[in-house]
């Protein structure tokens, strides 16, 4: 499997580091066109209103929403995640909008209110994952095929799955554990509509 990681600004090499532990081949996407050789595709955490007005001036918001329509894994790690979503509170651009979830931006507070937790996630084995938020956006919405596979102990939405899409407030790739890795090249194709 070759796996694609959105290479447009954000934590992508820490993702491409995490793949190649688990043994696969990934690419730095920087062109649209890249797009028709990968497998499956990673959109990093990073800052979602540069990510979202690079993806426009790079003419990539079509590619990357043909993308996910074709029923390949594709997941949003924290900025990657407020890009997948459909409804976005304080996005001041549009971003690719695919996935049934609603997210609420920077909802943990500012960049010193980064923090961690112990999740159980579900289709997760082995116990809790410690889960690293940093500025992470909270998801406050799933809706039609869209469904939580993780929260916080107040019950607040921080994972969320429909089909081939998958949405994580926090950043697996910074912390070693790679079993979330492994679940998303995992996830098997299909479109959203069929979760
Ligand atoms: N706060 C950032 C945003 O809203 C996301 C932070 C992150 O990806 N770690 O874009």
Known sequence: MVVGVLALQGDFREHREMLAGLGHNSVEIRKAGQLDEV????????????????IISNGFQQPLRDFCATGKPVWG???????????VDDLDRPGIEVMDISVSRNAFGRQ?????ANLDIHGV????FRAVFIRAPIITGVANG??????????????ARQGNLLATSFHPEITGDERMH???????NGRSTDA
């Open 39 to 54: 497998d499956a595709l990673i959109i990093p955490g990073g800052e979602s209103t540069t990510i979202a007005r690079l």
């Open 77 to 87: 790690t924290c900025a990657g995640a407020i890009l997948l979503a459909k409804q």
């Open 112 to 116: 010193v209110d980064s923090f961690e």
């Open 125 to 128: 084995e082995g116990g809790p």
């Open 146 to 159: 869209a469904t939580a596979i993780a929260t916080l102990e107040d019950g607040t939405v921080v994972a």
């Open 182 to 188: 492994r679940y998303f090249t995992s996830m098997r």
